[in-house]
């Protein structure tokens, strides 16, 4: 399974996803590269910034009602 499929099946299956959490569960240094092919693929990612400790972070998520059948 590519670091893309692992990102898709935890945005859709297991909910938002950090760019720390990408790096420490699919060893992925870009995840806002990848989150970059999901979106050119059709999944709609939504983008927010959290801020914690002094530092900024985006935080990535599925928007509205998820289609597992699409993406599953």
């Known amino acids: 399974m590519s670091q893309t499929d692992a990102i898709r099946y935890h945005l859709l299956h297991l909910g938002p996803l950090t760019p720390i959490e990408a790096l420490e569960r699919y060893h992925c240094f870009r995840l806002a590269a990848r989150i970059k092919e999901l ?20 935080r990535y998520r599925v928007a509205g009602p998820v289609q597992r059948e699409m993406f599953g």
């Open 39 to 58: 979106r050119r693929e059709g999944l709609d990612v939504e983008t927010e910034i959290v801020k914690g400790e002094g530092k900024r972070g985006a």
